[in-house]
């Protein structure tokens, strides 16, 4: 998610999922939040989504021309920029537009359609079709035609959506079936279905086991790469480069080319003791305001979160640089877990999920600021622009982030476990929270043991992906996108699936065509039913309903 915005969805989401969970922590409901309000939000968002701009920016000639990282992402955006500068890449650009277009307009109808059949009832319209059957259906086994997902499909990699469909199967297939067999003995079967003392629990700390396992994992691994490759650069340096007296025309212009981009990217110089300054000053207001909206993160805290910052941004960055892996997410629990556990049960939970906020929003913008510069780098673009345009971006971002969600959040039940907007996302970091404040008394029964077993299956399986050969590690699947549909459910890992079948037969067919129309296809699917939100939530709003449940049961069932 870009600046701006995972503060606001992250913490203002917590609102929802505090009644979903029920937990009565001391300090820990939103009630004990001064001013819980669009405005607060908008506030915190101003206060440290800055930070991360300033953080690295003293290190950008390091990362771009000294280690000369690669930034995978930020190159194809480069090359993608550059493209449009010939007449080929001009012409193609217009034609990527018209397919765009063109099927956002079929996304955003087809979902106006759809709204019509989607009446009042929790299970009316195409987004309950069991199109696998009925017996499927309460497994959340079906296809809810949601161009947006499909659009994702055809986005992501292929191993990426099998991933999802294969942890689809294994939990709502198997494991969640199987567990339920033992209501009344591993559970108390009267709970609710949203009750962590019962399946629920299962569904999210066995994602939870998933999450963390991965994230450990690449965290360790991209450390250790950082390490080497640092050491590698260092050990070069002392070596002194053998240059050819000759040089051909081909090499010669390259060579003056990679002159003039470095003389581009230096011309336009931020002075580290800018940086330094910004960073020191924002930082101090942060540490002053954050405990006002935050009573439960002391002051020396938040102090302690700004001093650390930077070298967990420069890991982050570096990691990116290499990998293309943006690990803040996993960040964010190193800090949600310690500030959790070390402020206790008197106001744990929302000190350890603002500092995941906190932590993850500097560690992400320092990330994204230098995949930019890397782009702007290789598109001969000014550094300083391009620095200037991440701020004005960051804080458009701090008024739009909380602006939508608060719009999604008046018109649509967000949270809900049984509605279209579950955030899993928001419940999964309030229960480790959680887990960091009480451990793991609360879990239902053998819950940590199967936990357990899900962890140290995705320390294994990212150990094959790593040590396999490449032509048998692309078939290995993903743990992080195996655990998204175990507290989701299967519709979802379904149509990604539909999507990634269309794009594998259509790269079958014209792999060139689908290399170029494929992402602006996907794009049109995407934002067309995001569109559809904006009318469908004014609607809500005015409690405008749709006039028709369409509505599917069993062959002879009574109306």
């Keep these: 998610m870009r600046p701006g915005g995972f503060g606001s969805y992250m913490l203002a989401m917590d609102q929802k999922t505090y009644e979903l969970i029920g937990a009565d922590y001391p300090g820990n409901r939103v009630e004990d939040i001064k001013n819980p309000s669009l405005g607060w939000m908008i506030g915190f968002m101003f206060v440290v989504s800055f930070l991360g701009l300033f953080s690295l920016v003293p290190l950008r000639k390091v990362m771009v021309l ?26 193609l650009a217009g034609k990527q537009v018209r397919s765009l277009g063109k099927y956002l307009s079929i996304s955003f109808f087809w979902s106006f359609f759809k709204w019509f059949f989607s009446g009042v009832g929790d299970s009316c319209g195409f987004d309950n079709f069991p199109s696998l059957g009925l017996a499927a259906f309460k497994n959340t086994f079906y296809f809810d035609f949601s161009p947006t997902y499909i659009g994702c499909g055809l986005i992501c990699p292929h191993i990426v959506n099998c991933s999802v469909l294969l942890g689809a199967i294994i939990s709502w297939g198997f494991l969640w079936p199987f567990i339920s067999q033992y209501a009344g003995d591993w559970y108390p079967a009267d709970l609710g279905s949203n009750d962590f003392k019962g399946l629920y629990g299962y569904k999210v700390f ?46 010669s212009k390259i060579l003056t080319e990679e002159k003039k981009r470095d003389q581009t990217f230096l011309k336009d110089k931020i002075h580290p003791w800018f940086a ?6 924002l930082a101090a207001i942060s540490t002053a305001t954050i405990p006002t909206i935050f009573p439960q993160l002391k002051w020396y805290m938040v102090l302690v979160s700004y001093i650390i910052a930077p070298a967990l941004a420069f890991c982050n960055s570096y990691g990116t640089g290499l990998t293309d892996w943006n690990l803040t997410s996993t960040y964010g629990k190193l800090g949600l877990f310690i500030f959790a556990s070390l402020i206790g049960t008197n106001g744990g939970v929302m000190a350890g999920l603002a500092a995941c906020g906190v932590m993850m929003s500097i560690v992400s913008t320092a990330a994204d600021l230098m995949q930019d510069f890397k782009t702007g780098y290789l598109t001969y673009s000014s550094p ?62 053998h819950c940590l043991e199967i936990c357990c077993v899900f962890f140290a299956l995705a320390l294994v399986v990212n150990l094959l992906r ?7 590690s692309r078939f290995i699947p993903i743990p992080m996108a195996m655990a998204v549909p175990f507290y989701i459910g299967a519709y979802f890992a379904i149509d990604m699936f539909v999507g990634t079948v269309i794009l594998f037969v259509w790269e079958r067919l ?16 995407i934002c067309g039913d995001g569109i559809w939100t ?5 609607f809500s709003i005015f409690r405008i309903n749709p006039p028709i449940c369409m509505y599917f049961g069993p062959s002879g069932a009574s109306s």
């Design 66 to 91: 000294d280690y000369k990282l690669t930034y995978p992402s930020g190159t194809a955006t480069a090359l993608l920029i550059n493209s449009f500068h010939t007449h080929t890449g001009a012409e």
């Design 206 to 251: 066995i994602a939870i086991a998933l999450i963390l396992g991965d994230g450990l994992y690449n965290l360790i691994k991209i450390i250790l790469l950082t390490t080497r490759e640092i050491c590698d650069k260092r050990s070069k340096q002392n070596d002194l480069p053998l240059v050819s007296s000759f040089q051909d025309s081909e090499t």
């Design 276 to 281: 330094a300054s910004g960073y020191v000053i």
């Design 384 to 445: 300083r622009s391009m620095f200037v345009s991440q701020l004005v971006g960051t804080a458009m971002g701090c008024v739009i982030a909380p602006l939508t969600f608060w719009l999604y959040w008046t018109a649509f039940d967000i949270g809900s476990p049984d509605g279209p907007y579950k955030a899993p996302y928001a419940v999964i970091f309030r229960e480790m929270a959680i887990l960091g404040v009480e451990g793991f008394s609360s879990l239902p029964k």
């Design 466 to 472: 790593d040590v396999t050969p490449k032509k048998v």
């Design 510 to 525: 014209n792999k060139k065509e689908s290399e170029d129309y494929a992402g602006a296809v996907a794009s049109g699917l």
């Design 534 to 538: 904006v009318p469908s939530a004014v």
